[in-house]
């Protein structure tokens, strides 16, 4: 079920047995209840499906329609990436990306010959992967890591080159496969002598601060 529409459903319900214990309490959607554990009224995504609004999922799509478009300018498709970028930073939408198709079009963008537009991929795709599992194995399926990895290294512009390796270290750390696939890929210069795995911070740390000073000379 839609989340908005879930929480609508949840307030409908409490408010109903609300009001039919005292008809004196607001049935206002944004009025505070005191015994909810946010103690808020609905959110803004059940509002909008309340009021007929856009829902994330739908700003998500919208997103990235105008991103991969032909007839939307670079200065809107960038706009476009920003906001997905700020809807993913919520992990349920960022988790909605897969069953919403999105995956495969974010990741082809890591490839375009744009720099402004593998560099948004690149930052959109490190922060859905941030501290969720499902979105770092879903990464690990579509093959992108290589592509990070190249871009981290090689791309001729130091903005990707950064969010790639941002990118990277949101993908590896606690992730074992995705770790494994990132060690085959960077070239021995850039690993520690002793054996580093997904839960050493501090060795994915100085891995990484050693791509980011590369990343400055390049």
């Known amino acids: 079920m839609d989340p908005g529409m879930n929480q609508l459903l949840k307030w409908s319900v409490e408010n109903s047995d609300a009001t039919r214990d005292d008809p004196t309490a607001s049935t206002d959607p944004k009025a505070v209840r005191s015994d909810w554990p946010s103690g808020q ?3 803004a995504e059940a509002l909008n499906t309340l009021m007929g609004g856009p829902s994330d999922a739908d700003l998500m799509r919208e997103s990235m329609v105008a991103i991969t478009s032909d007839n939307v300018n ?3 498709k960038l706009v476009a990436f920003d906001n997905f970028e700020q809807l993913i930073e919520i992990i349920d939408n960022a988790n909605n990306m897969e069953n919403m198709g999105l995956w495969t079009p974010l990741v082809k963008q890591l490839e375009s010959p744009e720099a402004d537009l593998r560099r948004m991929a690149a930052w959109c795709v490190g922060t859905a992967v941030q501290n969720n599992i499902k979105a770092q194995d879903r990464l690990l399926v579509l093959g992108a890591i290589p592509t990070l990895v190249d871009l981290a290294i090689h791309d001729s512009s130091e903005g990707v080159r950064r969010k790639a390796i941002y ?3 949101s993908e590896v750390r606690n992730f074992q496969p995705g770790f494994n696939v990132a060690l085959q890929r960077l070239p021995r210069d850039f690993l520690d002598t002793k054996k580093v795995d997904a839960g050493d911070m501090e060795g994915i740390d100085h891995i990484m601060e ?4 590369s990343a400055k000379k390049a």
Do not use: D, H, M, T
């Open 41 to 43: 009224g609905l959110n």
């Open 74 to 76: 670079l200065e809107n």
């Open 167 to 169: 990118a990277l270290s």
């Open 210 to 213: 050693k791509l980011r000073q």
